[in-house]
């Protein structure tokens, strides 16, 4: 078999079975070129779209990367085959993706028979080790990591670990003079790691997902079907169209509209829409259900949950979710690594308003609904999202194995302009997911990722009983 890609710590991790039956199998495999139909017609320059302007055609090399889905992967949903959960354990480091009921329960046995087997064994080159332990394990650690084996690694610099923690309490009492808000000391710490662990107590309550559909293999772009319910979807309308007047518990959403997007000359994106920043404790439900979707442990690697609405005519053109690098990317949380989008609303047939993908269509092969009829340039169609309500969608912008590229420019993508026909608001919740939890919330002012703990354990809790 071909190899996967160097992304992916894989070291000496003791790994459990995931307990998964496959539901289909794929023909592509790891790695496999998959040919792509390419058309010999040429356009001319007024038959070119404006995207390729601020995003040039992908080079032919890159689109060979590209492994489409096929129908009975994107219409049908269904769980995960095997292959897909490998796939985001070992390209995109997702290890606990959507793990089934008790993946946990063990994890005490697991510690006594590694114990166990410590004592009969000198430790040795063969010694197993959790990917938490090849984040960790610094220049003064006892593993040896290749310098292509972590994607960690390729953004962060490597430090003792005595010096990392030093840096990490210094800069966090930084920002709490900066802000006004309260200094880290080893009482919060051992308060946090107690609140951590009752929330990944909680959230692995939640059952876990099993309408998934692949729209596309690699880079992998999922549907998870009925990821809300309507009665979810119609409260976090409902958050930003009639909000709550201010109350002591300083949740207010905060509303913000800006036709650009981007803090640089390169961010040519354009956005008419309204985004609604909300407190991580208002919207328990996305947050709890994204963090086990994907399988963390804590919820403090969540950018601020937001809301956004498109009225007629708005719309979001072609960007990039992915970070630019800079020396600073690690300390304010790392690289964007997931995007998750829930579609609060349905907003008819032939109203626009999907998520257009320009480089992942399938050759002009419509599928269900996700491709359409738009051509992306290069003899094919793009592949195209329709809001449906209540089901997600999730993709990965910074890490698709294309060495020597700090994000993944195959998943390029737009929000297409909602109809002026249309005679309902398209409006979708949206949260993206740090490479660590370094990242400090900032709007509203005074969200905190700890602050929601209480909230995101009730509604697990009340999920559980039903």
Same mark, same amino acid.
């Given at each position: 078999?071909?190899?996967?890609?160097?992304? !992916?710590?894989k070291?000496?991790?003791?790994?459990?079975?995931?307990?998964?039956k496959?539901?289909?199998?794929?023909?592509?495999? %790891?790695?496999?070129?998959v040919?792509?139909?390419t058309?010999?017609?040429?356009?001319?320059?007024?038959?070119?779209?404006? *995207?390729?302007?601020?995003?040039?055609?992908l080079?032919?090399?890159?689109?060979q990367?590209?492994?489409p889905s096929?129908?009975?992967l994107?219409?049908?949903?269904?769980?995960?085959?095997?292959?897909?959960?490998?796939?985001?354990?070992q390209?995109y480091?997702?290890e606990? %993706?959507? !793990?089934p009921?008790?993946?946990? *329960? *063990?994890?005490?046995n697991?510690?006594?028979e590694?114990?166990?087997?410590?004592?009969?064994?000198?430790?040795d080159?063969?010694t197993?080790?959790? %990917?938490?332990?090849?984040?960790?394990?610094?220049?003064n650690?006892s593993?040896?990591?290749?310098?292509?084996?972590?994607?960690?690694?390729?953004?962060?610099?490597?430090?003792?670990?005595?010096?990392t923690?030093?840096?990490?309490?210094?800069f966090a009492?930084?920002?709490?003079?900066?802000?006004?808000g309260?200094?880290?000391s080893?009482?919060?710490?051992?308060?946090?790691?107690?609140?951590q662990?009752n929330?990944?107590?909680?959230?692995?309550n939640l059952?876990p997902f099993?309408k998934?559909?692949v729209?596309?293999? *690699?880079?992998?772009?999922?549907?998870i079907d009925?990821?809300?319910?309507h009665?979810e979807?119609d409260?976090?309308?409902?958050?930003c169209k009639?909000p709550?007047?201010?109350?002591?518990?300083?949740?207010?959403?905060?509303?913000?509209?800006?036709?650009?997007?981007?803090?640089d000359s390169?961010a040519?994106?354009?956005?008419t829409?309204?985004?609604?920043f909300h407190?991580?404790?208002?919207?328990?439900?996305?947050?709890?259900?994204?963090t086990?979707l994907?399988?963390?442990d804590t919820?403090?690697?969540?950018?601020?949950?937001?809301?956004?609405?498109y009225?007629?005519?708005e719309?979001?053109?072609?960007?990039l979710?992915?970070?630019a690098?800079?020396d600073?990317?690690?300390?304010?949380?790392?690289?964007?690594v997931?995007?998750?989008?829930?579609?609060?609303?349905?907003?008819g047939?032939?109203?626009?308003?999907?998520?257009?993908?320009?480089?992942?269509?399938?050759?002009?092969?419509?599928?269900?609904?996700?491709?359409?009829?738009?051509?992306?340039?290069?003899?094919g169609?793009y592949?195209k999202?329709?809001?449906?309500?209540?089901?997600?969608l999730l993709?990965?912008?910074?890490?698709?194995?294309?060495?020597?590229?700090?994000?993944?420019?195959?998943?390029?993508?737009?929000?297409?302009?909602?109809?002026?026909?249309a005679?309902?608001?398209?409006?979708?919740?949206?949260?993206?997911?740090?490479?660590n939890?370094?990242?400090?919330?900032s709007?509203?002012?005074?969200?905190?990722?700890?602050d929601a703990?209480?909230?995101?354990n009730?509604?697990?809790?009340s999920?559980?009983?039903?």
């Amino acid at each position: 078999s071909s190899s996967l890609s160097p992304l !992916y710590a894989k070291g000496g991790t003791k790994k459990k079975p995931k307990k998964k039956k496959a539901t289909t199998s794929s023909t592509g495999g %790891f790695g496999k070129v998959v040919e792509r139909p390419t058309s010999n017609k040429k356009k001319s320059n007024d038959d070119v779209d404006d *995207d390729y302007a601020a995003f040039p055609r992908l080079d032919d090399n890159v689109q060979q990367t590209l492994i489409p889905s096929d129908d009975a992967l994107s219409s049908v949903s269904q769980d995960l085959s095997q292959e897909m959960y490998d796939r985001l354990a070992q390209i995109y480091a997702f290890e606990n %993706f959507n !793990y089934p009921e008790g993946w946990f *329960d *063990d994890d005490g046995n697991d510690k006594e028979e590694e114990e166990e087997e410590s004592s009969n064994a000198n430790s040795d080159e063969g010694t197993m080790m959790s %990917f938490d332990d090849l984040l960790t394990s610094g220049s003064n650690g006892s593993a040896s990591i290749s310098p292509s084996s972590d994607f960690s690694d390729l953004l962060k610099e490597t430090t003792s670990a005595s010096s990392t923690s030093a840096g990490k309490s210094e800069f966090a009492d930084l920002i709490a003079s900066a802000t006004g808000g309260t200094s880290t000391s080893s009482t919060n710490s051992e308060n946090a790691s107690q609140q951590q662990q009752n929330t990944l107590e909680s959230i692995s309550n939640l059952k876990p997902f099993t309408k998934f559909r692949v729209l596309h293999v *690699d880079p992998m772009v999922l549907a998870i079907d009925d990821f809300f319910t309507h009665e979810e979807c119609d409260a976090y309308v409902n958050l930003c169209k009639a909000p709550k007047k201010r109350t002591s518990n300083n949740d207010m959403p905060m509303m913000s509209r800006s036709k650009t997007v981007g803090k640089d000359s390169l961010a040519k994106a354009q956005r008419t829409s309204t985004t609604w920043f909300h407190h991580f404790k208002s919207v328990p439900e996305l947050v709890a259900k994204a963090t086990r979707l994907v399988g963390l442990d804590t919820i403090d690697r969540w950018e601020e949950p937001q809301t956004v609405r498109y009225q007629q005519s708005e719309k979001f053109t072609w960007h990039l979710d992915a970070l630019a690098p800079s020396d600073s990317l690690n300390d304010t949380g790392g690289q964007r690594v997931a995007t998750l989008l829930v579609y609060l609303t349905d907003i008819g047939e032939n109203n626009g308003g999907s998520t257009a993908f320009r480089d992942l269509g399938r050759g002009g092969n419509d599928s269900e609904g996700d491709v359409n009829d738009n051509e992306n340039g290069d003899g094919g169609k793009y592949l195209k999202v329709k809001p449906v309500k209540g089901s997600a969608l999730l993709f990965f912008p910074a890490a698709g194995g294309i060495p020597n590229t700090p994000f993944d420019i195959r998943t390029l993508h737009a929000g297409e302009a909602l109809s002026a026909d249309a005679t309902e608001e398209k409006w979708i919740a949206q949260m993206w997911l740090r490479e660590n939890s370094n990242y400090k919330p900032s709007a509203p002012p005074g969200n905190s990722h700890a602050d929601a703990t209480d909230a995101v354990n009730a509604f697990c809790n009340s999920a559980d009983s039903e």
